[in-house]
């Protein structure tokens, strides 16, 4: 049975690989063929599966526009008729005859990942793709990766017309992680930032605790094994951390990986607080929204520590594991060098960070601000209407 299996998916690994350079042509000569409607967008993310990120923002810029026709291809029935109910007719089922038409017809393709994100005019080679990325790098990346393929990221490359980036500097790091070409890179803002600009009093009466002092802790998924724990601390830590929280009418919000959600929600329980709360993907689809009201983030080596520059707040790091992390996953940067904050190797230093960052002490308010200035070229919230500029030359 084991054998058979391992058969099938080899055949079925083989049958792709013939198979999609055919698709590819196809969909490529009927893209040459199908005349273009200049102001027609097609959005997608994370390989189809969500309405979010850096497209989703630029999307619903662009419709509220009424300039441009904007339209979202989805492989996700749930992010279907989300987008729908908020978008009537612009959320596009991704196997439909109606969906590659309009997407043939689309001389502008945007993405947060890569060409799997918009099938099936995914498929075609011709270069018309923006791809606003999914944030900085900060973990290792692409060709910097112990298994990059060179030759797929080449294909990937040479269907995109632009990456946007925040800065020089981060231009660089992308520049090193996939080859981009130095020119094709622009450095105008990520639009999923746009939100820590913007106050939603919606949201905030949604979840009333948004206006409470809120702590985030929001740790990076490990491949090779989920966390220890989905706590900043253990129990032995957790009397004196509730005992924080309400001294000064504090929140904990907790941002596990989707895969972690049901560990969360347990460590959650047996803490026994409700002032620790999961603020996972079900409540909050997007973190963005949850940064602006941020007032203290905890994290490890997420890339998240590099939006949330813009609101020059207090970060506390946990490193424990970073020459495991580092063997295992790798980083593109210096870890000492770029995190501006304290990095707390077990509970009590975290616990005694955390009560001086809530007593309003932040003595790396001067190092934050030198890395906001190197990971940022733009300090407010118009990326989304720069981007949309840009795009506006290009269409014509």
Same mark, same amino acid.
């Given at each position: 049975m084991k054998h058979l299996r391992e058969y099938k998916s080899a055949w079925l690994i083989k049958a792709k690989t013939l198979i999609r350079p055919t698709i590819n042509a196809i969909v490529t000569l009927l893209d040459r063929l199908v005349p273009d409607k200049p102001r027609r967008v097609i959005f997608g993310a994370d390989g189809g599966h969500r309405f979010a990120d850096n497209p989703r923002r630029l999307f619903e810029h662009m419709v509220r526009s009424g300039e441009w026709d904007p339209y979202w291809v989805t492989k996700s029935r749930h992010a279907l008729n989300e987008i729908n109910a908020l978008y009537p007719g612009r959320g596009l089922w991704w196997l439909s005859l109606r969906t590659l038409l309009?997407?043939?017809?689309?001389? =502008?393709?945007?993405?947060?990942?890569?060409? $799997?994100? #918009?099938?099936?005019?995914?498929?075609?080679?011709?270069?018309? /793709?923006?791809?606003?990325?999914?944030?900085?790098?900060?973990?290792?990346?692409? =060709?910097?990766?112990?298994?990059?393929?060179? $030759?797929? #990221?080449?294909?990937?490359?040479?269907?995109?017309?632009?990456? /946007?980036?925040?800065?020089?500097?981060?231009?660089?790091?992308?520049?090193?992680?996939?080859?981009?070409?130095?020119?094709?890179?622009?450095?105008?803002?990520?639009?999923?930032?746009?939100?820590l600009f913007e106050s939603d009093a919606a949201l905030i009466d949604k979840h009333p605790f948004l206006k409470a002092k809120l702590i985030l802790y929001a740790p990076t998924y490990r491949d090779w094994a989920p966390l220890d724990r989905l706590l900043p601390v253990g129990q032995a830590g957790l009397g004196r951390l509730i005992a924080l929280l309400e001294a000064h009418d504090a929140y904990l919000l907790i941002r596990p990986h989707y895969f972690e959600m049901q560990s969360a929600d347990e460590a959650i329980a047996r803490a026994g607080s409700e002032r620790i709360i999961n603020a996972g993907a079900t409540l909050f689809p997007d973190i963005n929204p949850i940064l602006r009201h941020t007032d203290i983030l905890v994290t490890d080596y997420s890339s998240i520590y590099l939006d949330f520059l813009l609101l020059d707040r207090p970060v506390i790091f946990l490193p424990a594991d970073l020459d495991r992390y580092i063997a295992e996953r790798g980083l593109m940067l210096d870890y000492d060098s770029f995190t501006a904050g304290t990095k707390a190797l077990d509970e009590e230093a975290f616990l005694d960070a955390l009560a001086l960052e809530l007593e309003g002490r932040d003595p790396f308010a001067p190092a934050r601000a030198k890395m906001a200035e190197l990971f940022h070229r733009f300090h407010d919230g118009n990326s989304s209407a720069r981007i949309t500029r840009h795009l506006e030359r290009i269409a014509g």
């Open positions: 309009i997407g043939l017809q689309s001389p =502008l393709r945007v993405i947060s990942q890569s060409r $799997a994100d #918009i099938l099936p005019i995914g498929f075609s080679n011709r270069k018309r /793709i923006i791809h606003l990325t999914h944030g900085t790098p900060f973990k290792t990346m692409g =060709l910097a990766t112990p298994t990059a393929n060179p $030759a797929y #990221i080449a294909r990937e490359n040479s269907t995109f017309l632009h990456m /946007i980036a925040c800065s020089d500097y981060a231009a660089g790091l992308w520049r090193e992680a996939y080859g981009y070409p130095a020119n094709d890179i622009l450095t105008l803002g990520m639009p999923r930032n746009d939100l």
